[in-house]
Protein backbone atom coordinates (compact mmCIF):
# COMPACT_ATOMS: atom_id res chain seq x y z
CA UNK A 1 0.00 0.00 0.00
CA UNK A 2 1.36 3.32 -0.99
CA UNK A 3 2.04 5.78 2.49
CA UNK A 4 0.28 8.94 0.43
CA UNK A 5 -2.80 9.41 -1.94
CA UNK A 6 -2.39 12.74 -3.53
CA UNK A 7 -5.24 14.22 -5.36
CA UNK A 8 -4.70 16.59 -8.23
CA UNK A 9 -8.03 17.90 -9.23
CA UNK A 10 -7.43 19.53 -12.59
CA UNK A 11 -9.80 22.22 -14.84
CA UNK A 12 -8.12 23.49 -17.95
CA UNK A 13 -5.06 23.72 -16.32
CA UNK A 14 -2.41 23.18 -19.17
CA UNK A 15 -0.85 26.22 -18.23
CA UNK A 16 0.47 25.01 -14.67
CA UNK A 17 -0.61 21.66 -13.31
CA UNK A 18 2.91 20.70 -14.73
CA UNK A 19 4.83 22.73 -11.80
CA UNK A 20 2.26 21.26 -9.51
CA UNK A 21 3.03 17.26 -10.81
CA UNK A 22 6.49 17.91 -10.95
CA UNK A 23 6.95 19.26 -7.36
CA UNK A 24 4.87 15.90 -5.90
CA UNK A 25 7.16 13.36 -7.99
CA UNK A 26 9.90 13.51 -5.15
CA UNK A 27 7.87 11.40 -3.57
CA UNK A 28 8.51 8.33 -5.68
CA UNK A 29 6.96 5.06 -5.24
CA UNK A 30 5.81 6.30 -1.64
CA UNK A 31 3.39 8.13 -3.25
CA UNK A 32 0.09 7.61 -5.90
CA UNK A 33 -0.61 10.86 -7.49
CA UNK A 34 -4.48 10.91 -8.62
CA UNK A 35 -4.75 13.18 -11.65
CA UNK A 36 -8.53 14.07 -11.81
CA UNK A 37 -9.22 15.92 -14.96
CA UNK A 38 -12.80 17.24 -14.52
CA UNK A 39 -14.15 17.31 -18.17
CA UNK A 40 -11.65 19.93 -19.52
CA UNK A 41 -11.42 21.25 -22.42
CA UNK A 42 -7.77 21.91 -23.13
CA UNK A 43 -4.99 19.66 -22.99
CA UNK A 44 -5.59 18.95 -19.94
CA UNK A 45 -6.39 15.43 -20.27
CA UNK A 46 -3.88 15.06 -22.59
CA UNK A 47 -0.97 16.13 -19.95
CA UNK A 48 -2.66 13.86 -17.49
CA UNK A 49 -2.14 11.12 -19.84
CA UNK A 50 1.27 11.61 -20.55
CA UNK A 51 2.15 11.82 -17.15
CA UNK A 52 0.44 8.35 -16.25
CA UNK A 53 2.51 6.74 -19.41
CA UNK A 54 5.61 8.23 -18.12
CA UNK A 55 5.18 7.29 -14.13
CA UNK A 56 3.00 4.33 -14.59
CA UNK A 57 3.52 3.14 -11.26
CA UNK A 58 3.51 6.55 -9.55
CA UNK A 59 0.43 8.36 -11.82
CA UNK A 60 -2.79 7.70 -12.07
CA UNK A 61 -4.85 9.99 -14.90
CA UNK A 62 -8.81 9.73 -13.89
CA UNK A 63 -11.11 11.65 -16.66
CA UNK A 64 -14.82 12.54 -15.64
CA UNK A 65 -17.78 14.98 -17.24
CA UNK A 66 -17.35 18.40 -15.32
CA UNK A 67 -18.64 18.17 -11.50
CA UNK A 68 -16.80 20.71 -10.31
CA UNK A 69 -13.79 20.82 -7.48
CA UNK A 70 -16.18 18.93 -4.97
CA UNK A 71 -16.94 15.85 -7.50
CA UNK A 72 -12.96 15.62 -8.41
CA UNK A 73 -11.96 15.44 -4.69
CA UNK A 74 -15.00 12.82 -4.20
CA UNK A 75 -13.44 10.92 -7.34
CA UNK A 76 -10.02 11.15 -6.11
CA UNK A 77 -10.95 9.63 -2.28
CA UNK A 78 -13.09 6.91 -4.13
CA UNK A 79 -10.05 6.05 -5.86
CA UNK A 80 -7.48 6.39 -3.34
CA UNK A 81 -5.41 3.22 -2.04
CA UNK A 82 -2.76 5.08 0.06
CA UNK A 83 -2.78 5.02 3.61
CA UNK A 84 -3.26 9.19 4.22
CA UNK A 85 -4.53 11.57 1.48
CA UNK A 86 -3.81 15.16 0.23
CA UNK A 87 -5.28 17.01 -2.02
CA UNK A 88 -3.21 19.49 -3.65
CA UNK A 89 -4.58 22.06 -6.44
CA UNK A 90 -3.37 22.33 -9.46
CA UNK A 91 -2.43 25.64 -9.89
CA UNK A 92 -0.32 25.12 -6.40
CA UNK A 93 2.83 22.87 -5.64
CA UNK A 94 4.46 21.76 -2.50
CA UNK A 95 7.87 22.16 -1.11
CA UNK A 96 10.41 19.38 -1.48
CA UNK A 97 12.05 19.22 1.75
CA UNK A 98 9.02 19.74 3.41
CA UNK A 99 6.95 16.93 1.44
CA UNK A 100 9.75 14.56 2.13
CA UNK A 101 9.67 15.21 5.97
CA UNK A 102 6.39 14.36 5.61
CA UNK A 103 6.56 10.88 4.04
CA UNK A 104 9.28 9.78 6.64
CA UNK A 105 7.14 10.61 9.10
CA UNK A 106 4.14 8.55 7.84
CA UNK A 107 6.76 6.02 7.05
CA UNK A 108 7.76 5.75 10.74
CA UNK A 109 3.93 6.03 12.25
CA UNK A 110 3.09 2.62 9.32
CA UNK A 111 6.60 0.81 10.71
CA UNK A 112 5.75 1.49 14.78
CA UNK A 113 2.32 0.15 14.22
CA UNK A 114 1.03 3.21 15.31
CA UNK A 115 -1.80 5.60 12.98
CA UNK A 116 -3.17 9.48 13.54
CA UNK A 117 -6.63 10.15 12.35
CA UNK A 118 -4.89 13.99 10.62
CA UNK A 119 -1.74 15.31 10.17
CA UNK A 120 -1.07 19.09 10.42
CA UNK A 121 1.33 21.42 8.48
CA UNK A 122 1.96 24.79 7.33
CA UNK A 123 0.89 26.50 3.96
CA UNK A 124 2.59 29.35 2.86
CA UNK A 125 0.31 32.28 0.79
CA UNK A 126 2.17 32.38 -2.36
CA UNK A 127 0.84 35.61 -3.53
CA UNK A 128 1.54 37.12 -6.82
CA UNK A 129 3.44 40.59 -6.91
CA UNK A 130 4.51 40.40 -3.20
CA UNK A 131 8.10 40.19 -1.87
CA UNK A 132 6.81 38.56 1.53
CA UNK A 133 4.94 35.31 1.94
CA UNK A 134 2.53 34.94 4.84
CA UNK A 135 3.17 31.42 6.48
CA UNK A 136 0.34 29.75 8.45
CA UNK A 137 1.44 28.48 11.19
CA UNK A 138 -0.06 26.19 14.31
CA UNK A 139 3.41 25.86 16.53
CA UNK A 140 1.91 28.31 19.21
CA UNK A 141 -1.19 26.03 19.60
CA UNK A 142 0.05 22.39 18.07
CA UNK A 143 2.35 20.50 20.38
CA UNK A 144 4.92 19.21 18.20
CA UNK A 145 6.72 16.07 17.68
CA UNK A 146 4.28 14.36 19.38
CA UNK A 147 1.19 12.27 18.69
CA UNK A 148 -2.15 14.59 20.38
CA UNK A 149 -6.07 14.54 21.21
CA UNK A 150 -8.14 17.76 21.09
CA UNK A 151 -7.95 17.97 24.82
CA UNK A 152 -4.05 19.05 24.21
CA UNK A 153 -4.26 21.82 21.53
CA UNK A 154 -4.20 25.66 22.72
CA UNK A 155 -6.05 28.41 21.46
CA UNK A 156 -6.87 28.82 17.97
CA UNK A 157 -6.34 32.99 16.99
CA UNK A 158 -8.58 34.98 14.95
CA UNK A 159 -7.55 34.47 11.70
CA UNK A 160 -5.89 31.07 11.93
CA UNK A 161 -7.52 27.61 11.23
CA UNK A 162 -7.09 24.91 9.34
CA UNK A 163 -7.34 24.91 5.22
CA UNK A 164 -7.42 22.15 3.27
CA UNK A 165 -4.10 23.06 2.50
CA UNK A 166 -3.00 22.11 6.13
CA UNK A 167 -4.44 19.02 6.52
CA UNK A 168 -3.93 15.20 5.41
CA UNK A 169 -6.74 12.86 6.67
CA UNK A 170 -6.28 9.08 6.59
CA UNK A 171 -7.56 7.59 4.05
CA UNK A 172 -10.47 5.49 5.56
CA UNK A 173 -11.42 8.03 7.78
CA UNK A 174 -12.70 10.12 4.76
CA UNK A 175 -14.49 6.87 3.46
CA UNK A 176 -16.13 6.05 6.22
CA UNK A 177 -17.17 9.49 7.92
CA UNK A 178 -19.66 10.22 4.94
CA UNK A 179 -17.99 12.81 3.32
CA UNK A 180 -19.47 13.89 0.12
CA UNK A 181 -19.09 17.05 -1.39
CA UNK A 182 -21.71 18.81 -3.41
CA UNK A 183 -20.96 18.69 -7.31
CA UNK A 184 -20.68 22.30 -9.61
CA UNK A 185 -20.14 24.11 -6.18
CA UNK A 186 -16.75 26.31 -5.27
CA UNK A 187 -15.36 26.57 -2.01
CA UNK A 188 -16.06 23.44 -0.73
CA UNK A 189 -12.60 23.41 0.67
CA UNK A 190 -13.92 24.22 3.80
CA UNK A 191 -16.32 21.72 3.55
CA UNK A 192 -13.84 19.11 3.28
CA UNK A 193 -11.47 20.06 6.23
CA UNK A 194 -14.50 20.81 8.17
CA UNK A 195 -16.59 17.52 8.09
CA UNK A 196 -14.12 15.19 9.22
CA UNK A 197 -13.16 16.93 12.18
CA UNK A 198 -15.53 15.46 14.91
CA UNK A 199 -14.39 12.20 13.48
CA UNK A 200 -10.81 12.70 14.71
CA UNK A 201 -9.57 11.56 17.63
CA UNK A 202 -5.29 11.48 17.15
CA UNK A 203 -3.58 14.06 15.39
CA UNK A 204 0.27 15.22 14.57
CA UNK A 205 1.90 18.22 13.53
CA UNK A 206 4.95 18.51 11.95
CA UNK A 207 6.40 21.65 11.89
CA UNK A 208 7.01 22.50 8.06
CA UNK A 209 6.40 25.23 5.41
CA UNK A 210 4.49 22.20 3.25
CA UNK A 211 1.73 23.33 0.85
CA UNK A 212 2.48 26.79 -1.44
CA UNK A 213 -0.94 28.00 -2.09
CA UNK A 214 -0.83 30.41 -5.08
CA UNK A 215 -3.35 33.20 -5.03
CA UNK A 216 -3.17 36.00 -7.46
CA UNK A 217 -4.71 35.66 -10.80
CA UNK A 218 -7.56 37.70 -11.96
CA UNK A 219 -9.98 34.19 -12.39
CA UNK A 220 -9.31 32.62 -9.48
CA UNK A 221 -12.10 31.40 -7.04
CA UNK A 222 -10.79 33.26 -4.55
CA UNK A 223 -10.53 36.60 -6.05
CA UNK A 224 -12.62 39.07 -4.56
CA UNK A 225 -14.82 39.81 -7.63
CA UNK A 226 -15.32 36.39 -8.56
CA UNK A 227 -16.25 35.60 -5.07
CA UNK A 228 -18.72 38.20 -5.14
CA UNK A 229 -20.08 36.53 -8.24
CA UNK A 230 -20.31 33.31 -6.68
CA UNK A 231 -21.52 34.68 -3.31
CA UNK A 232 -24.69 32.26 -3.41
CA UNK A 233 -22.10 28.63 -3.91
CA UNK A 234 -20.30 30.43 -0.52
CA UNK A 235 -23.73 30.40 1.16
CA UNK A 236 -24.66 27.10 0.22
CA UNK A 237 -21.05 25.24 1.62
CA UNK A 238 -21.90 28.09 4.76
CA UNK A 239 -25.20 26.30 5.02
CA UNK A 240 -23.57 22.96 4.28
CA UNK A 241 -21.30 23.17 7.56
CA UNK A 242 -23.68 23.82 9.60
CA UNK A 243 -26.32 21.50 9.11
CA UNK A 244 -23.78 18.36 8.31
CA UNK A 245 -22.13 18.70 11.73
CA UNK A 246 -24.15 19.41 15.31
CA UNK A 247 -21.42 21.20 17.38
CA UNK A 248 -24.05 20.12 20.26
CA UNK A 249 -22.99 16.20 19.68
CA UNK A 250 -19.53 17.25 19.46
CA UNK A 251 -18.12 15.58 22.85
CA UNK A 252 -14.31 17.44 23.00
CA UNK A 253 -15.29 20.98 24.63
CA UNK A 254 -12.14 22.26 22.60
CA UNK A 255 -13.05 20.74 19.43
CA UNK A 256 -16.45 22.24 19.92
CA UNK A 257 -14.72 25.32 20.38
CA UNK A 258 -12.44 25.19 17.24
CA UNK A 259 -15.35 24.44 14.99
CA UNK A 260 -17.86 27.15 16.03
CA UNK A 261 -14.45 29.42 15.79
CA UNK A 262 -13.95 28.19 12.01
CA UNK A 263 -17.81 28.78 11.29
CA UNK A 264 -18.00 31.81 12.59
CA UNK A 265 -15.09 33.09 9.92
CA UNK A 266 -16.73 30.92 7.26
CA UNK A 267 -20.05 33.05 7.90
CA UNK A 268 -18.02 36.66 8.79
CA UNK A 269 -16.86 36.03 4.94
CA UNK A 270 -20.07 35.60 3.23
CA UNK A 271 -21.74 38.12 5.18
CA UNK A 272 -19.01 40.38 4.33
CA UNK A 273 -19.02 39.50 0.42
CA UNK A 274 -22.97 40.11 0.53
CA UNK A 275 -21.90 43.63 2.08
CA UNK A 276 -19.61 44.45 -0.32
CA UNK A 277 -21.65 43.69 -3.55
CA UNK A 278 -23.70 46.88 -2.16
CA UNK A 279 -26.62 45.69 -4.15
CA UNK A 280 -29.63 45.43 -2.47
CA UNK A 281 -30.78 41.94 -3.39
CA UNK A 282 -27.52 40.72 -1.39
CA UNK A 283 -28.52 42.90 1.35
CA UNK A 284 -31.59 41.19 1.82
CA UNK A 285 -29.16 37.56 1.47
CA UNK A 286 -27.40 38.79 4.59
CA UNK A 287 -30.70 39.56 6.35
CA UNK A 288 -32.23 35.70 4.84
CA UNK A 289 -28.32 34.09 5.98
CA UNK A 290 -29.31 35.07 9.68
CA UNK A 291 -32.94 33.96 9.92
CA UNK A 292 -31.64 30.54 8.44
CA UNK A 293 -29.17 30.37 11.49
CA UNK A 294 -31.25 31.04 14.01
CA UNK A 295 -33.31 29.07 12.77
CA UNK A 296 -31.03 26.05 12.23
CA UNK A 297 -28.60 26.89 15.36
CA UNK A 298 -30.14 28.79 17.62
CA UNK A 299 -26.48 28.87 20.40
CA UNK A 300 -23.92 29.43 17.25
CA UNK A 301 -27.01 32.25 16.28
CA UNK A 302 -26.13 34.29 19.45
CA UNK A 303 -22.30 33.86 19.52
CA UNK A 304 -22.23 35.08 16.01
CA UNK A 305 -24.75 37.91 17.03
CA UNK A 306 -22.95 39.11 20.04
CA UNK A 307 -19.44 38.41 18.90
CA UNK A 308 -17.20 40.99 18.33
CA UNK A 309 -16.96 39.73 14.44
CA UNK A 310 -20.91 39.47 14.02
CA UNK A 311 -21.51 42.76 16.15
CA UNK A 312 -19.10 44.37 13.44
CA UNK A 313 -20.96 43.36 10.04
CA UNK A 314 -24.04 44.55 11.84
CA UNK A 315 -23.72 47.82 12.20
CA UNK A 316 -26.56 49.69 10.50
CA UNK A 317 -26.73 51.98 8.08
CA UNK A 318 -23.86 52.97 5.47
CA UNK A 319 -21.45 53.86 7.74
CA UNK A 320 -21.91 50.97 9.82
CA UNK A 321 -21.06 49.10 5.86
CA UNK A 322 -18.43 51.08 5.54
CA UNK A 323 -16.51 50.03 8.62
CA UNK A 324 -17.54 46.38 8.03
CA UNK A 325 -15.48 46.76 4.68
CA UNK A 326 -12.66 48.38 6.12
CA UNK A 327 -12.59 45.28 8.92
CA UNK A 328 -12.49 43.17 5.44
CA UNK A 329 -9.62 45.10 4.18
CA UNK A 330 -7.72 44.59 7.22
CA UNK A 331 -8.20 40.89 7.85
CA UNK A 332 -6.68 40.88 3.95
CA UNK A 333 -3.66 42.44 5.07
CA UNK A 334 -3.19 40.51 7.59
CA UNK A 335 -4.18 37.06 6.82
CA UNK A 336 -2.59 37.32 3.52
CA UNK A 337 -5.89 35.83 0.85
CA UNK A 338 -6.49 37.33 -2.15
Not at 72 to 88: D, F, H, M
Not at 199 to 206: C, E, S
Not at 245 to 264: A, C, D, W
Request: overall charge positive; glycine content about 6%; charged content about 25%.
Amino acid sequence: MKLLSVVIPCYNSQEYMRYCIESLLPGGDDVELLIVNDGSSDQTADIANEYAKKYPTIIKAIHQENGGHGEAVNTGIRNASGYYLKVVDSDDWVDTRAYLKILEKIHDFITREKSVDMMISNFVYEKEGTKYKKVMKYENVLPEGTIFTWNDIGQFRKGQYLLMHSVIYRTQLLKECGLELPKHTFYVDNLFVYRPLEHVQKIYYINVDFYRYFIGREDQSVNERVMIKRVDQQIKVNKLMIEQVNLENVTSQKLREYMLHHLEIVTIVSAILLIRSGTAENLKKKKELWEYIKEKDINFYYHLKYGILGRTINLPGRVGRGISVSVYKISQRLVGFN
